[in-house]
Each structure stands twice: as structure tokens, then as C-alpha cells.
């Protein structure tokens, strides 16, 4: 696939130039780098631009042999790298190389968002106030699904769930320490495999990056509307037993708007936070209160086995955090950072 990839050559001390060339690339080396401008005596600043998601930005002094020096997180559209050790070398050439998409998953950029529901809301809980404005940072990925039993089979070597028999249905009847030793072990194995950077990491969401991928830029109850009698969350949900007294595969229902199955219903999610009340205000990559007196750990999404209004994006269940502690309507989805940290 011919692609054309851009290069930013700087010859010290004080020339800069954009040079470009096409070359029989890798789809994947699509990122620009736009003119660059000196910021300090030995900084170097260029801004990347091209679909969101995550670049490695590598560089050289030859054109021949190339070093990676960071992964950049593109937020929307653009992002700014700064190499602070330029003046090392005579010259430098630059480069960024989008990174693949992992499979299955959906990146979800740094954005702000309301988390919790307004008083209003109809079958609203206490809990789920006082509304409060999110801020993510830094952007990640995360499962397009539940992690399936398959999934969790591969990696594990075991199937914990009370419905057996189809493993294209999510694992459930894990408690919050499986689900967490789960993504310990599948980072270590993408580690060495190579198909992550390192310092990048696997583990269960944040409440709110949970209910940021879940409302997909909506305020509304769901990601498809108020739905006040509940007549369209069929179309998206399995849940008040529509489908019978059992999970079911994933990816049977609609998406969401981000091209998330199954935020609703089938079952419930395991999140990262202790339970505890939203802060209220504005705050920043929150990741809820230090702990919990009883051990309850936050879950979210609905359930098979539970009524319309649990499927909501701002409603919050919990569930203790030991590892005895399952439930047949129990799994989690992942969510991927890459490195580093």
C-alpha cells in the first residue's frame, strides 16, 4: 500500500525543514509531522496529526537506522511532541508510527463529560448524584464487548461461569480479584508477545472512564435516548430476562455510539473504584475514594436478571470484593493504557 510519510529533518544548530517522501510503508505510518519550531535551546517541538489514538514517535541521525523515542497520545486530531536532546547529534530526522488498534477495542480520546444523573432523571438513585464534571486526560482503549468466556479461558486456563457450553458468552461468576488477576495476566502476555509498548497495562475501568464509554458524548438516560417507557432498550439490551434465565454472546444487540456492545445488560461490569459518593464539582481523572469500610467494589451496566432502569449510563451497583464473593450476573470488559505509565 503506497502511503506517503512525512519526516521532520532538523540540522543544527538553527535550519529546520520538512521533508517529505513516498515510500511503500505500512498502512498503520500515517501520521503527519507538521513544521517544527525550537522551544528551548535543546528542545525540539513538532505537532502530529491524523486519526486519534496512539503514536510512536521514533528518530534518526541517517535515515537508517531508526530509535523509538516515546508514544504519543493523538487526542483528537493532534498532539505536540517535544524531544528535549536534540543537539546530540549534527542532525535528526523524525518520524511517527501509528500504532494498530488492538483488536476489539475502541479508543476513547481525553474529553470532559457530566458523570451522574440530574435530580430529575426518571428512576434516578441517590447514588448516582451529585452530578459531577469529568475530566479524562489521557485517552484509552477499551473492549468492544465483555471479555467472553473464550477470552478468559485462553488466558486463565479456566471458565468460572454457571453458563457453559457457548464460549462467545461473556465470563461471569468472577470476582473482582479474578477479573483483576485476569488483566495482570493478559498484560504480561501482550508484553512479551510484543503487541503492546512497554509500561502500557490491562486493567478494569475507571467508574468514569466506564460511564464516559458508555454515554459516548450523550446526557440522556442511555446512549440512545431518555427511552421513558423503555420500548428501544430491547434493541440494545438483554435484561428483565427477555432472553431467558441465562447470558448471552456478545455483540448480538446494537452498539452504542463509540461501537460498544453490551454496556447494557447481559451483565454487569466490574469497575476499578471502591464504592463511595460522586464528588460533585469538577475533578480530574478521578479514581474514586481510597477504600471502602464493607469492601464493596463499584459494578455497572445492568444485567440480564435486572429491570430497564439498572442499564442506565449513570447507574451505580456494587458488590463486595473477596475473592469467595461471585455472581452469575457478574463479568467486567477491559481497558487498555499504553505506556508508558
Not at 45 to 68: C, D, M, Q, R, Y
Not at 244 to 270: C, I, S
Not at 289 to 313: E, L, V, Y
Request: charged residues 15%.
Amino acid at each position: 500500500m503506497k502511503t506517503v510519510l512525512h519526516t521532520t529533518r532538523l540540522l543544527l544548530p538553527a535550519l529546520l525543514a520538512l521533508a517529505c517522501f513516498t515510500a511503500s510503508t505500512p498502512a498503520q505510518e500515517v501520521a503527519i509531522l507538521l513544521p517544527a519550531r525550537r522551544t528551548a535551546a535543546t528542545n525540539f517541538e513538532f505537532t502530529l496529526t491524523g486519526p486519534p489514538g496512539i503514536n510512536t514517535v521514533l528518530s534518526s541521525t541517517n535515515l537508517a537506522g531508526w530509535s523509538e523515542l516515546a508514544n504519543v497520545t493523538n487526542q483528537l486530531g493532534s498532539a505536540v511532541f517535544t524531544d528535549v536532546e536534540v543537539n546530540f547529534s549534527p542532525q535528526k530526522f523524525f518520524r511517527a508510527r501509528r500504532q494498530s488498534p488492538p483488536t476489539n477495542m475502541v479508543f476513547i480520546p481525553p474529553n470532559t463529560f457530566t458523570m451522574g444523573s440530574p435530580t430529575d432523571e426518571l428512576h434516578r438513585q441517590p447514588n448516582e448524584g451529585p452530578q459531577t464534571i469529568v475530566t479524562l486526560t489521557r485517552g484509552f482503549w477499551i473492549g468492544t464487548h465483555e471479555v467472553t468466556q473464550g477470552e478468559y479461558l485462553s488466558v486463565t486456563g479456566t471458565n468460572p461461569s454457571e453458563f457453559p457450553g457457548d464460549l462467545s458468552r461473556p465470563v461471569s461468576s468472577v470476582s473482582w480479584p479474578d477479573a483483576t488477576n485476569y488483566c495482570w495476566l493478559l498484560t504480561r502476555w501482550e508484553l512479551a508477545a510484543g503487541r503492546i509498548p512497554a509500561g502500557s497495562e490491562y486493567r478494569l475501568p475507571t467508574e468514569a472512564e466506564w460511564e464516559c464509554a458508555a454515554r459516548a458524548g450523550t446526557t440522556t438516560r442511555f446512549s440512545f435516548g431518555d427511552d421513558p417507557d423503555y420500548a428501544s432498550l430491547p434493541d440494545y439490551a438483554w435484561q428483565s430476562f427477555d432472553g431467558g434465565l441465562t447470558v448471552h454472546p456478545v455483540g448480538q444487540k446494537l452498539p452504542n455510539p463509540r461501537g460498544l456492545y453490551d454496556m447494557t445488560g447481559n451483565v454487569f461490569e466490574w469497575c476499578q473504584d471502591w464504592l463511595g459518593p460522586l464528588p460533585g464539582g469538577a475533578v480530574t481523572d478521578p479514581q474514586g475514594p481510597p477504600s471502602n469500610a464493607i469492601g464493596w467494589k463499584t459494578m455497572r451496566g445492568g444485567a440480564f436478571d435486572f429491570g430497564g432502569s439498572a442499564c442506565r449510563s449513570a447507574s451505580r451497583m456494587f458488590f463486595g470484593n473477596h475473592p469467595a464473593l461471585t455472581d452469575w450476573n457478574l463479568g467486567f470488559r477491559v481497558v487498555l493504557v499504553t505506556g508508558p505509565q
